[in-house]
């Protein structure tokens, strides 16, 4: 405009102006006058103009009417020269804007005349376009009558006229409504009053319109008018026009300017009214027509469709639906409807080309669909178009496959089939290569059954731009159809153009959406986390109303939400049923990548809106790609079915299945193994698997929190693929390329080789990034793992092929790498795993285990947050899968068990605080039966703990501990294992005492919350040894445990076990309070006791072969019974030096007497068992038991007995009494022991009383084992037990020690009882086999140590009644009678029941014979005893009552009277020497108490003796030599001396029967004949003269006794001479006679003998008589002595010079009678 308003530019029109006239006026000069003076009369005018007007080009505007007629007058010429000039001058004023409207008004009319006259055409145009473009001030009918004139020269002949004016008609139109848009936005701030539109809007007036605004209508309303065919309103004098130009127009005006049509309420009318009715009437020959329908059948001839107006409708149908669909959204509706019918298959090629065109224009705008899906899918009784649109795509493209456009119609339309996948279609031959014979190329391409359709320069995979009527993917064709203006026929279509539009229709569709819904979502999500936001901090003021918008906020929210899942149901199974089609043909990867691109966005799109069919469809499609056609896989199968119920037919064909056709166009690049039951032979992976399995992952891998429950479909089919490339699990889960194991092996090309890695890293990758999905979708991650495992563990059922191990390992990787949150996942991850490790198939049992374990380690190595050692919930339950590993029965999966607790010691074994019960407990649950590594594994760990890690853990687990090792002390596989867990046992027990303090102070604290908790739960505290306080109760525990071992099967763990048990006891047992000890003695020791006595005594018997392997067995150990016996005394000794070194402990319980009672059972029961061993152990712990003088050791006596109250110095070290109550020493100082009692308290002195009851409690055991012991077998046979000689040496041996305690009370019951035993002990005989050691050598004269024992039992007896009461010393004579019968043995060795016995000469030492004992040695030493004792005891009132003496005579008669027949001579020597020394004390005694009558009885038995004594009936042995016999006889001599000194001489105190007796017996001796059995030589010697001789003198002595006290005695004298008399007399007499008879013959030389004897006693008695007091001598006496002198003298005739020396010393005596006889006054006076 300023170009042409500058002063330089008015200047310049002004000269143009004139010369314009100027020239005008000379063209006009000679032919057309009148113009001539216009123009010259214009040329002063516009000077005129100029000179008076300032504002020159107004002032011309306003008279230009008069300036712009000479111009229309040289136009009326008709001159083309002049017109030409004229139309030229017009422009230039124009182009100035110096027309006003009237002016303009002249120019239109002599415009449209020169049209009439057809002249200067073009120039014509091109003015009317100057005139309309530069300025408004042309409208209404002079506006109309200028388009008029435009469309006129439209339809003239002439080609170039016709297209410039289609132009300028075109221009035209479009600068009308450009007015309308200038003028909107002149008046747009001036807000009309709406004038009320009546109810009925069907009015034609536009008088509301303002100018240009009712230009424009008026003009669109006509088009519309001439469109139909109809006569126009406003453009008169139009007179043709055609159908397809008014199309044209109308599209470009409704595309160019909307807004006009969107503000006026008017143009909205027309579009109503006007427009879609006239399309729609329009359209009306393409949907009634049907291709290939036969006119004839049809009544009325069918109009076919028209290309170009088919064509120009459907672009203005683009239109209206793009920039109106909300004003006309019924129409829109039907037009959509007809755009999905001209898809039908019926339809012509171009006709469903340009509909697809149409489509697609649709597709790349997401917002419209959105519309569509708005207005009538979700609204009811509505055609759900937007769903029609997708499955009409879908459809489409089916029968694309189907009825290919070669017209192949061998392609049965109606094949039906619910899953196509059962008939593959073979190929046909494939058309897509090119140049069969040279090199191939291959086109991409779909191919289906047969049916090839490029894929056309599928170049840019670019989104659809926004710009109208371009798709970016089809650069090469744009959208030919709907372009091709020119065209009246319809074009040919290039094969697989439709199919490549449709193609993209998809794509664009499905990028359309998704791009649209997720960014919406997306700001629907940072929105109402902005409003949350905003709302949890609102400003006051704004409270209310933020409240308000985020109400409506969730409003738009939920509408959006509805609409988005509505989109995506509508379309999803129309183009699942599409892609997955195109998915199966796609030959070309690049096509394959988009539509699985497709399929991905729409799966996780639907995952995102939680539309979880939809989403699981979908994925189906890309897992079904993944697999082999036909792979069986359940999952997908199923979900193919539910889905099949969703899917549509389109022509009977079902779309849903895809049905593996293309196999053979593809490449293979695996063949593998289907995993499966059944071996099934190999299934061959093709590229396009590889593909999809990639889509799948990245599917997997960005969209996994929306997956939900399709990660299980996600998962088979990866763990299908994943067997089927071979890959296995490797540590931590990852996969890793590895050979198959079974089958022919997986084959893999090298394409698909180097993929591996690359595939096996995004599967990994997968999983670690689970850790950035929520909770929720981890759980569905989870539990698919869960569920595919289980599908794995039943396929590996019932046999051993290799299973798929896919799922455990990506199990494990998933748990790794989501530690940070374990505890979410952790039950459903440990409980499935425990599950896997309890298949029966190794490799799977492994693998879980594997998986198992490495969470555990990992989740306690892990930095939680808080730590674990904070979180103790945590702990434990990352511990509580390793206890539940015990339940499960496999060894493998338990050595991997105890590996990983192994390892978890070895690393966290510091900081596992309250997980060591689990940890303890994992140990624990080893049972005997689960093999020898198991056990041995478990232990090591065990090991471990107790050398490093008792400090660590809590004092409460110290009893586990102890629990444990005891188990394995227990396990019966490894005795090794055992005895070590001994060892540990002990090693523990060390611990307790040296951190005795702190251990207990924990465990009360702990004690105290048990309590308190127990307390307010209102039960009772329950625990093992309760009430015990705790830290003994840890102590009993490790008591008991090592009792229960102590009773173990095999006897070197009883061994070992029972030494511990009593070291431990022994060592640390002064820890334990005092009440405890209750506990030990009747809990542990007592118990302990009892089981091995049942245990002992119910042992077999029989004979062990070998100790197992090649060990040899001790013969004294060869049956169970004698292994059970060593433990037996083994324990029974440490329970008794329990008592023994803790009696100070004991004896203050309660109870002590009868613990006493029960050890003395023990005691008694071992000792009565009938095994030696036993036996004599027990005897050896009822000596120990018993040797207790006084609670304190020798070398601990104090200086001060511990008197009551005395004041003890506390130990150092030891806490003092009042405060802990205990101290932690070793020694057993008194001063700790006094401590150790309550302060308050004295120390218990145990009364007396009391310990009379114990030692009288011992002595009836004592009495019970005697009695039992010694009783003589009632039957008899070799198996019979007899006691062994060094149990009853030991039994005996107790007694003096017994003794001792009990001796106050011990009566003579007590005594005969001791002698019951003495005696029976003393008759046991010895096995044969014992003998060599027992009795050294028959000959030598020994006491074994058992008679040495009894004798001092009597000892000490005798010893303490000497030094007793008065009450006591009654007990002699029973002593004495002990003795006196063990005497008896000498002669008469005991019987032992009915059992024979062997002389040890004759017993053989191998066999079971029983040898009876040399008793003379014992007998001998008893009377030994017997002679002491009474030389002690003779006066003793109970001696001298009870006639000891003559028992003791008596006792003595018995070797005496054997004499010779002794069993040793020893015997009966000492038994007369003892005789002697008796006789020596106990005569005297015996004569005191002659009053008495209480020694009668034992004269006539002495009398016995002496006869039996020196007259013996057992003859001398044959080799007694002289010297011997010599010996004998001076012993009888000392006999007839005692006589002679001890009894004679008071004969008046003796009685006379044995006086007599005495004297005969003298008398016998005197002149004893001897046995006939001496030599000649030895006769002298034989005759024992020396005793006859002492006879006699004793006779003799005796006769002449000078004191003749009592009358008595002078009869001894008379009686003893006349019988001395008597007998000489009778022998000479019988001499004589025996003499005379012999004749010559020599006499018997015992009667030569005997006579020699007589007459030496008679010398004898003569010199007696002599030698006596004459007083003394009877006279009765002498004259008997008188009248043997001629018997003496007759036998001087004797022939033996013996007799005759003999008879010489007799006679000579008589001499002395030879004197005068005297006066016999004088002799009867003397």
């Known amino acids: 405009m300023s170009g042409t308003s500058s002063p330089e530019a008015v200047k310049k029109l002004l000269e143009n102006m004139q010369g314009d006239l100027r020239g005008l006026s000379l063209e006009c000069r000679k032919k057309f006058p009148p113009v001539k003076e216009a123009a010259e009369s214009g040329i002063i005018k516009v000077k005129t103009i100029a000179a008076r007007n300032t504002d020159i080009l107004a002032a011309l505007k306003e008279n230009s009417s008069e300036v712009v007629q000479p111009f229309l007058m040289g136009c009326g010429t008709k001159e083309p020269k002049i017109t030409q000039l004229c139309l030229a001058a017009i422009q230039r004023l124009m182009s100035h804007e110096v027309v006003s409207e009237a002016a303009a008004g002249n120019i239109i009319n002599m415009l449209w005349q020169l049209m009439e006259n057809s002249l200067e055409e073009l120039k014509l145009l091109q003015t009317v376009l100057v005139l309309l473009t530069t300025n408004t001030v042309v409208h209404d009918e002079a506006l109309s009558k200028a388009i008029v004139l435009c469309f006129r020269l439209h339809f003239t002949k002439d080609n170039i006229t016709n297209n410039t004016a289609a132009a300028t008609v075109r221009q035209v139109v479009t600068v009308v409504f450009e007015r309308v848009v200038a003028e909107d936005e002149r008046y747009k701030d001036t807000v009309d009053q709406p004038v009320a539109v009546q109810g009925n809007s069907n009015r034609r007036s536009v008088s509301t319109l303002k100018p240009c605004a009712k230009d424009a209508y008026m003009l669109f309303q006509d088009l519309c008018q001439l469109v139909n065919a109809d006569a126009p309103y406003w453009l008169v004098g139009m007179t043709e026009m055609t159908r397809t130009f008014g199309l044209e127009l109308l599209e470009s005006v409704l595309n160019d300017f909307p807004q006009v049509f969107l503000q006026h309420q008017e143009f909205s009318f027309l579009l109503k009214e006007r427009v879609c009715p006239l399309v729609i009437k329009l359209f009306s020959p393409n949907i009634k027509f049907r291709q290939g329908s036969s006119t004839s059948s049809s009544p009325a001839p069918v109009e076919k469709p028209y290309f170009p107006i088919c064509m120009r409708l459907l672009r203005v149908v683009s239109v209206l639906i793009k920039q109106f669909y909300s004003l006309l959204v019924t129409e829109c509706e039907i037009f959509l409807s007809l755009l999905v019918k001209f898809l039908d298959a019926d339809k012509p090629q171009w006709l469903r080309a340009v509909a697809v065109e149409s489509i697609h224009r649709l597709c790349v705008q997401p917002q419209l669909l959105r519309s569509f899906c708005q207005s009538y899918d979700m609204k009811q009784h509505s055609t759900k178009v937007f769903r029609d649109i997708v499955n009409a795509l879908g459809s489409f493209i089916q029968s694309l496959f189907l009825v290919p456009s070669t017209g192949n119609t061998s392609v049965m339309p109606n094949q039906t089939g619910g899953n196509a996948s059962g008939n593959t279609g073979s190929a046909q031959t494939n058309p897509g290569v090119l140049g069969m014979g040279g090199g191939a190329t291959v086109l991409p391409a779909f191919e289906y059954r047969g049916t090839w359709i490029p894929i056309l320069n599928v170049t840019v995979q670019g989104s659809a731009k926004a710009t109208y009527g371009t798709i970016a993917c089809l650069s090469c064709f744009h959208f030919f159809s709907l372009e091709m203006l020119d065209k009246v026929e319809p074009p040919t279509i290039p094969e697989g153009y439709a199919m490549s539009v449709a193609f993209h229709c998809l794509l664009d569709l499905v990028r359309g959406i998704t791009t649209m819904i997720e960014g919406e979502l997306g700001e629907a999500e940072t929105v109402s986390q902005s409003t949350t936001e905003t709302t949890s901090l609102p400003a006051q003021s704004s409270e209310q109303q933020d409240l308000q918008s985020v109400s409506d906020q969730t409003e738009k929210e939920l509408v959006s939400r509805a609409v988005w899942e509505e989109m995506v149901n509508a379309c999803w199974c129309g183009l699942l049923a599409a892609l997955s089609l195109l998915l199966d043909a796609s030959t070309d990867e690049a096509a394959t990548e988009n539509i699985l691109k497709a399929e991905l966005t729409m799966a996780a799109l639907c995952g995102r809106l939680g539309l979880v069919t939809s989403r699981d469809a979908f994925i189906t499609a890309i897992c079904k790609g993944s697999l082999p056609p036909h792979y069986a896989l359940t999952v997908l199968n199923n979900t193919t079915a539910a889905l099949s119920s969703k899917s549509y037919s389109i022509q009977g064909q079902n779309v849903q299945m895809i049905s593996p056709s293309s196999e053979s166009h593809q490449q293979v690049v695996a063949v593998g193994q289907p995993l499966a039951l059944?071996?099934?032979?190999?299934?061959?992976?093709?590229?396009?698997?590889?593909?999809?399995?990639?889509?799948?992952?990245?599917?997997?891998?960005?969209?996994?929190?929306?997956?939900?429950?399709?990660?299980?479909?996600?998962?088979?089919?990866?763990?299908?693929?994943?067997?089927?490339?071979?890959?296995?699990?490797?540590?931590?889960?990852?996969?890793?390329?590895?050979?198959?194991?079974?089958?022919?092996?997986?084959?893999?090309?090298?394409?698909?080789?180097?993929?591996?890695?690359?595939?096996?890293?995004?599967?990994?990758?997968?999983?670690?990034?689970?850790?950035?999905?929520?909770?929720?979708?981890?759980?569905?991650?989870?539990?698919?793992?869960?569920?595919?495992?289980?599908?794995?563990?039943?396929?590996?059922?019932?046999?051993?092929?290799?299973?798929?191990?896919?799922?455990?390992?990506?199990?494990?990787?998933?748990?790794?790498?989501?530690?940070?949150?374990?505890?979410?996942?952790?039950?459903?991850?440990?409980?499935?795993?425990?599950?896997?490790?309890?298949?029966?198939?190794?490799?799977?049992?492994?693998?879980?285990?594997?998986?198992?374990?490495?969470?555990?380690?990992?989740?306690?190595?892990?930095?939680?947050?808080?730590?674990?050692?904070?979180?103790?919930?945590?702990?434990?339950?990352?511990?509580?899968?390793?206890?539940?590993?015990?339940?499960?029965?496999?060894?493998?999966?338990?050595?991997?068990?105890?590996?990983?607790?192994?390892?978890?010691?070895?690393s966290q074994g510091d900081s596992l605080g309250p997980g060591w019960p689990l940890v303890l407990g994992v140990m624990g649950a080893i049972r005997s039966d689960q093999g020898e590594s198991l056990i041995r594994t478990a232990f090591q760990c065990l090991q471990l703990v107790v050398t490093d890690f008792l400090p660590t853990m809590p004092c409460t687990c110290l009893q586990i501990v102890v629990e444990v090792a005891g188990s394995f002390g227990l396990h019966n596989q490894e005795l090794n294992i055992s005895l070590t867990s001994i060892g540990l046992l002990w090693n523990i027990s060390d611990y307790f005492f040296q951190r005795g303090e702190i251990i207990e102070k924990e465990l009360n604290k702990e004690e105290a919350v048990l309590q308190k908790q127990a307390e307010e739960k209102g039960v009772m505290l329950n625990r093992p040894f309760h009430p015990a306080p705790p830290f003994d109760c840890l102590w009993l525990c490790l008591y008991a445990k090592l009792g229960e071992l102590c009773v173990d099967p095999r006897p070197a763990v009883r061994k070992s076990a029972g030494q511990t048990l009593f070291s431990t006891i022994g060592a640390h047992g002064t820890l334990l309070q005092h009440s405890t000890w209750h506990t030990v003695i009747w809990k542990v020791l007592f118990h302990l006791l009892d089981r091995v006595r049942e245990s002992s005594t119910t042992a077999d018997k029989e004979k062990i072969e070998s100790g197992g392997g090649n060990i040899l067995i001790h013969h004294s150990r060869d049956t169970a019974e004698k292994q059970w016996a060593e433990t037996w005394v083994l324990t029974l000794a440490g329970v008794a030096r329990i008592f023994n070194t803790r009696r100070y402990l004991l004896q203050p319980l309660g109870d002590f007497s009868q613990a006493w009672d029960v050890l003395l059972d023990h005691i008694q029961s071992?000792?009565?068992?009938?095994?030696?061993?036993?036996?004599?152990?027990?005897?050896?712990?009822?000596?120990?038991?018993?040797?207790?003088?006084?609670?304190?050791?020798?070398?601990?006596?104090?200086?001060?007995?511990?008197?009551?109250?005395?004041?003890?110095?506390?130990?150092?070290?030891?806490?003092?009494?009042?405060?802990?109550?205990?101290?932690?020493?070793?020694?057993?100082?008194?001063?700790?022991?006094?401590?150790?009692?309550?302060?308050?308290?004295?120390?218990?002195?145990?009364?007396?009383?009391?310990?009379?009851?114990?030692?009288?409690?011992?002595?009836?055991?004592?009495?019970?084992?005697?009695?039992?012991?010694?009783?003589?077998?009632?039957?008899?046979?070799?198996?019979?037990?007899?006691?062994?000689?060094?149990?009853?040496?030991?039994?005996?041996?107790?007694?003096?020690?017994?003794?001792?305690?009990?001796?106050?009370?011990?009566?003579?019951?007590?005594?005969?009882?001791?002698?019951?035993?003495?005696?029976?002990?003393?008759?046991?005989?010895?096995?044969?086999?014992?003998?060599?050691?027992?009795?050294?050598?028959?000959?030598?004269?020994?006491?074994?140590?058992?008679?040495?024992?009894?004798?001092?039992?009597?000892?000490?007896?005798?010893?303490?009644?000497?030094?007793?009461?008065?009450?006591?010393?009654?007990?002699?004579?029973?002593?004495?009678?002990?003795?006196?019968?063990?005497?008896?043995?000498?002669?008469?060795?005991?019987?032992?029941?009915?059992?024979?016995?062997?002389?040890?000469?004759?017993?053989?030492?191998?066999?079971?014979?029983?040898?009876?004992?040399?008793?003379?040695?014992?007998?001998?030493?008893?009377?030994?005893?017997?002679?002491?004792?009474?030389?002690?005891?003779?006066?003793?009132?109970?001696?001298?009552?009870?006639?000891?003496?003559?028992?003791?005579?008596?006792?003595?008669?018995?070797?005496?009277?054997?004499?010779?027949?002794?069993?040793?001579?020893?015997?009966?020597?000492?038994?007369?020497?003892?005789?002697?020394?008796?006789?020596?004390?106990?005569?005297?005694?015996?004569?005191?108490?002659?009053?008495?009558?209480?020694?009668?009885?034992?004269?006539?038995?002495?009398?016995?003796?002496?006869?039996?004594?020196?007259?013996?009936?057992?003859?001398?042995?044959?080799?007694?030599?002289?010297?011997?016999?010599?010996?004998?006889?001076?012993i009888d001599v000392e006999v007839v001396q005692l006589i002679s000194t001890e009894i004679l001489p008071y004969a008046n105190f003796i009685p006379k029967e044995f006086v007599g007796q005495i004297m005969t017996m003298l008398n016998k001796g005197s002149i004893h004949s001897q046995s006939s059995s001496f030599t000649e030589a030895e006769i002298d010697i034989r005759m024992r003269e020396e005793f006859s001789k002492v006879c006699f003198e004793t006779l003799l002595q005796f006769s002449f006794s000078n004191k003749v006290t009592t009358p008595q005695e002078g009869y001894i004298s008379r009686m003893a001479l006349s019988v001395l008399l008597k007998r000489s007399q009778d022998v000479l007499h019988r001499y004589i006679e025996d003499e005379r008879l012999s004749g010559k013959c020599p006499l018997p030389r015992q009667q030569v003998t005997e006579i020699i004897f007589v007459l030496k006693a008679v010398s004898t008695l003569i010199d007696s008589l002599k030698k006596t007091q004459p007083e003394n001598v009877d006279a009765n006496t002498w004259a008997q002595v008188i009248a043997l002198y001629p018997t003496l003298v007759e036998c001087i005739t004797c022939s033996s010079s013996e007799v005759c020396s003999a008879l010489k010393e007799a006679l000579v005596p008589f001499k002395d009678f030879m004197h005068p006889p005297a006066s016999k006054v004088q002799n009867g006076e003397s």
Not at 726 to 740: I, N, Q, T, Y
Not at 780 to 797: K, Q, T
Not at 850 to 864: C, P, R, V
Request: glycine share 4%; hydrophobic share 40%; with cysteine.
């Open 678 to 906: 059944q071996p099934q032979g190999t299934v061959m992976l093709t590229s396009k698997n590889i593909q999809c399995m990639r889509t799948l992952l990245n599917l997997a891998h960005c969209h996994g929190a929306v997956l939900g429950t399709s990660w299980q479909l996600v998962l088979a089919t990866l763990q299908h693929l994943v067997w089927i490339l071979g890959l296995k699990p490797g540590v931590g889960g990852a996969l890793k390329p590895g050979r198959a194991v079974e089958g022919p092996s997986t084959v893999l090309t090298t394409a698909v080789m180097t993929d591996l890695p690359v595939i096996s890293n995004i599967l990994s990758r997968l999983f670690e990034s689970s850790q950035y999905l929520d909770d929720v979708s981890l759980h569905h991650l989870i539990n698919a793992l869960c569920s595919l495992s289980l599908e794995a563990m039943d396929m590996a059922y019932g046999n051993n092929k290799e299973p798929s191990l896919f799922a455990v390992a990506k199990l494990l990787e998933t748990g790794l790498v989501n530690m940070h949150r374990i505890e979410i996942l952790w039950r459903p991850l440990t409980g499935h795993l425990l599950e896997v490790c309890q298949h029966p198939n190794s490799r799977m049992r492994e693998w879980g285990a594997e998986a198992l374990t490495s969470l555990i380690k990992a989740g306690l190595t892990f930095s939680h947050d808080p730590p674990l050692s904070q979180n103790q919930r945590l702990q434990l339950l990352l511990l509580n899968p390793l206890k539940e590993l015990s339940n499960i029965s496999h060894p493998d999966i338990r050595i991997k068990q105890l590996e990983c607790v192994l390892q978890i010691l070895q």
């Open 1166 to 1530: 071992a000792a009565l068992s009938k095994n030696n061993e036993v036996s004599l152990a027990a005897l050896k712990s009822f000596q120990e038991i018993l040797q207790i003088v006084s609670p304190v050791r020798d070398s601990e006596k104090p200086d001060t007995p511990p008197a009551i109250n005395v004041s003890v110095p506390v130990v150092v070290g030891t806490t003092t009494a009042t405060s802990l109550g205990r101290s932690f020493m070793r020694t057993d100082s008194i001063g700790e022991r006094i401590g150790r009692y309550n302060g308050s308290e004295p120390p218990v002195i145990t009364d007396e009383i009391e310990d009379l009851n114990l030692w009288w409690a011992a002595w009836n055991s004592w009495y019970r084992i005697g009695s039992e012991s010694t009783r003589p077998p009632i039957t008899c046979d070799k198996l019979t037990f007899i006691p062994s000689q060094p149990f009853l040496t030991a039994l005996i041996q107790i007694f003096p020690a017994l003794y001792q305690h009990i001796k106050t009370g011990f009566s003579m019951d007590d005594l005969q009882k001791l002698g019951v035993i003495l005696h029976g002990a003393v008759s046991v005989p010895i096995s044969s086999d014992a003998s060599p050691f027992i009795l050294p050598s028959y000959t030598e004269a020994v006491l074994t140590s058992l008679q040495e024992a009894v004798l001092t039992a009597l000892d000490v007896l005798q010893k303490a009644i000497c030094v007793g009461s008065e009450s006591m010393q009654i007990m002699y004579p029973a002593i004495f009678d002990q003795l006196l019968a063990f005497v008896e043995f000498s002669c008469k060795p005991p019987q032992y029941g009915q059992l024979e016995t062997k002389h040890i000469a004759n017993a053989k030492y191998n066999q079971a014979e029983w040898v009876a004992l040399n008793y003379v040695p014992f007998a001998e030493r008893s009377l030994e005893v017997v002679v002491d004792l009474y030389q002690k005891t003779a006066c003793h009132k109970a001696v001298v009552t009870e006639k000891v003496l003559q028992n003791i005579i008596k006792t003595l008669r018995i070797p005496l009277s054997l004499k010779y027949s002794c069993p040793s001579e020893s015997t009966w020597k000492l038994a007369v020497s003892s005789l002697l020394k008796v006789l020596s004390i106990g005569l005297p005694v015996a004569r005191q108490h002659a009053s008495s009558g209480k020694f009668d009885s034992m004269w006539p038995e002495l009398a016995n003796t002496f006869e039996d004594f020196l007259f013996t009936k057992s003859t001398p042995p044959d080799n007694l030599s002289i010297q011997e016999f010599q010996k004998n006889e001076s």
